[in-house]
């Protein structure tokens, strides 16, 4: 076991600590990229945009937007008369507004249009939003079943329309920092990733206020169930939707999106998990929803294996860790850590403790006789952990919408488009079918559609 008065790994680990006494941690803050590579856009490359279902997400994603150089709003479509107020707010100006998207499509001044309604609404309007040659930015997840996901790629492709999907992670500065390290095989063989996130509060469990002016009167309900059983008015529904399954897929659909998009951005996987088997539950928020609090689910890909997880019962925040026969790569929150492994070769050391002490003296021996050790200092430090960090304040959103706005001028392909938020989405059907059905969940590409075992 011991060569002169030190273990190999204990040697290098004394040089690495040496190194490490006189080096500060490595920390590199990341720098943003533009939003466009010109100041000024001329009227006639102008990208004139409109908002369908403009209300939480809606609103929000108006003034990133209008960052692009080149954008303008042309109108917003809410089904809530009161957003009108808040999208104008959000504009910074008398931006026309109308109940009935289809009006938006008709206009030949509108170039692309932001589909943030309800998740059940979303093929509707991305299939008549593609059939009037309209470029869609729709957010996550695309879709709210599997044929709905396929009849959008479908109509996409049919109409040759640009399509970016809102999970915006994938357009991070840390995401494309990983996306290099992953690629660059620093990592070794990754077989195992793993992902979560986690909140504590009654907002991230979906139980958001209900506006005291919501009636009947101030809401479109017809055109907001359109697509989904028809009921009585009822405000719960249409504030919380992602708690029911006619309009949501809960933490699925809302989460595991992320998630999801982020390990296929990473890993460069453009296919859909093979398999899916949940477990969870419904412990705390049992206000009547249809989804559980806490999911956990395994997904198996041809060249590793994934788990994710969601929690509402624990403010544990999120994480996405990539697990190599080389390294480890975590990103948590606004960084991204690599912490190489030693993987030189090392004796033996727990299994001969069960040798007699001739064999195993001997055995050692001929270890180190095999394997000399470095010259003291001309070894590598491979143990130097690494992070990198987004500077205060950064948000993806602007450089997602960015990704987007640019493509709509360009023509160029987006990160995140039709098939890859598909491939997304499904991940999360697949995710749902396993925890409903008790079952593996077996995706099966030629009939596109998920089966059980
Ligand atoms: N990328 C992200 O981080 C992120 C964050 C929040 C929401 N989202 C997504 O954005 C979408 C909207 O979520 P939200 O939180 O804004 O929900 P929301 O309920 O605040 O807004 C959706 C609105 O769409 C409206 N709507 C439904 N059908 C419509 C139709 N046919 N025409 C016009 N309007 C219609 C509904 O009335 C509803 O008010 C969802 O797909 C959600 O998953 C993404």
């Known amino acids: 076991m011991v060569h002169g008065s030190l273990t190999r790994r204990q040697f290098i680990r004394v040089g690495a600590g040496a190194m ?48 692009v150089p080149g954008t303008e709003c042309l109108g917003v479509c809410p089904l809530y008369a009161s957003r009108h107020e808040a999208a104008r707010e959000a504009v910074k100006k008398d931006v026309s507004a109308m109940r009935d998207y289809r009006k938006i499509l008709d206009r030949k001044d509108v170039d692309a249009v932001i589909v943030a309604t309800t998740d059940h609404q979303h ?16 957010e996550k997840p695309m879709s709210h079943t599997v044929e709905d996901g396929f009849a959008m790629v479908d109509a996409a492709q049919k109409a040759n329309r640009m399509i970016q999907i809102g999970s915006q992670g994938i357009s991070s500065i840390l995401y494309a920092k990983a996306k290099e390290i992953f690629a660059s095989g620093r990592l070794g063989d990754v077989f195992m990733i793993e992902a979560y996130s986690d909140r504590n509060t009654a907002s991230g469990a979906w139980v958001y206020p209900i506006p005291p002016d919501a009636n009947e009167q101030t809401i479109d309900w017809n055109a907001f169930l359109d697509g989904a059983p028809k009921r009585p008015f009822d405000p719960v529904r249409l504030f919380r939707w992602r708690c029911f399954a006619d309009y949501g897929e809960g933490l699925a659909g809302d989460l595991f999106v992320h998630l999801i998009s982020g ?31 806490v ?28 697990y190599g026969t080389k390294g480890t790569m ?5 960084t ?17 403790y069960g040798w007699p002490a001739k064999l195993r003296e001997e055995y050692l021996k001929k270890w180190h006789e095999e394997n000399p050790l470095p010259a003291p200092l001309d070894f590598r430090v491979d143990e130097e952990v690494e992070t990198f960090a ?47 059905s008790r079952s593996v969940a077996v995706w099966d590409q030629g009939a596109r559609k998920i089966t059980r075992s």
């Open 123 to 138: 093929r509707k309007v991305v299939v008549d939003a593609c059939a009037a040659g309209k470029d869609v930015y729709c």
């Open 263 to 293: 390990i296929h951005f990473i890993t460069g996987t453009n296919t859909i998990a093979q398999r899916a088997q949940s477990t969870g539950g419904l412990f705390r928020w049992k206000d009547g929803r249809d989804f559980p609090d």
């Open 20 to 67: 490490a006494a006189s080096a500060a941690p490595k920390v590199t803050v990341l720098e943003p990229i533009p939003l466009s590579s010109a100041r000024v856009v001329s009227p006639s490359h102008m990208v004139r945009f409109a908002s369908l279902g403009t209300r939480l997400r809606g609103c929000e994603l108006l003034q990133p937007s209008l960052r």
């Open 336 to 352: 991204l850590t690599v912490k190489p492994q030693d993987t030189r070769p090392q004796p033996e050391s727990y299994s001969i």
């Open 390 to 436: 987004t500077p205060p304040g950064y948000d993806p959103v602007p450089d997602h919408q960015a990704n987007f706005f640019n493509a709509v001028r360009s023509r160029k392909p987006v990160v995140e488009n039709e098939v890859f938020g598909n491939n997304a989405a499904v991940g999360c059907h697949l995710a749902n079918y396993a925890y409903f």
């Open 295 to 322: 999911i956990e689910t395994f997904y198996d890909y041809p060249n590793f294996r994934v788990v994710l997880r969601c929690n509402l019962n624990n403010e544990g925040g999120g994480l996405l860790g990539f």
């Open 330 to 334: 975590v990103i948590k929150d606004s």
